[in-house]
Structures are given as C-alpha cells and as structure tokens.
C-alpha cells in the first residue's frame, strides 16, 4: 500500500479509505440492478402467498373452535 499510495502522493491510510468507499459503492450498486421477469414473478407470488395466509386464519381459529367442541357462533337469518 505504502509504494503505490506514493505515486499519487496520497497516506497508504487514505488509499485505503478510497478502496473501502469503492468496494461499498460496487455491493450497493449490484444491490439495486434492474427488476427482470424473474423479479416480477417472485413479486407475484409473494403477493399471491399474502392473501392465501390471511384468508387461511380465520379458518384457523374455526378448526380450533370446533377441535375443542365448542359450539360455533350461530348465524342470523339473512330474511
């Protein structure tokens, strides 16, 4: 580090300081790439797997009221 951070004129220190910063500019940079289909799909059915789970637990508790031998709620007329 030292040899090379003499040529530019710069401390070996801040050398490095310049590799660390360029090193974290290249990982956020491939972090933000562009969405492909791939992407969008995976997006889909994340989505899709939301609303699966959500309307899963109301039948959930259902099952378990009736497991434990519970009466369910009883329904109104719909007169």
Excluded: C, H, Q, Y
């Excluded at 492909?36 to 789970?53: M, Q, S, T, Y």
């Amino acid at each position: 580090m030292e040899r090379v951070s003499r040529s530019p004129g710069v401390t070996a220190a801040r050398l490095s300081e310049w590799r660390d910063e360029f090193l974290a500019t290249g990982e956020a940079a491939l972090a933000t790439r562009e969405k492909d289909n791939r992407d969008l799909e995976i997006d889909r059915l994340r989505a899709k797997l939301g609303e699966v789970l959500l309307a899963k637990e109301p039948l959930e508790s259902k099952i378990d009221v009736m497991e434990s031998g519970r009466p369910l709620g009883r329904r109104r007329s719909k007169r």
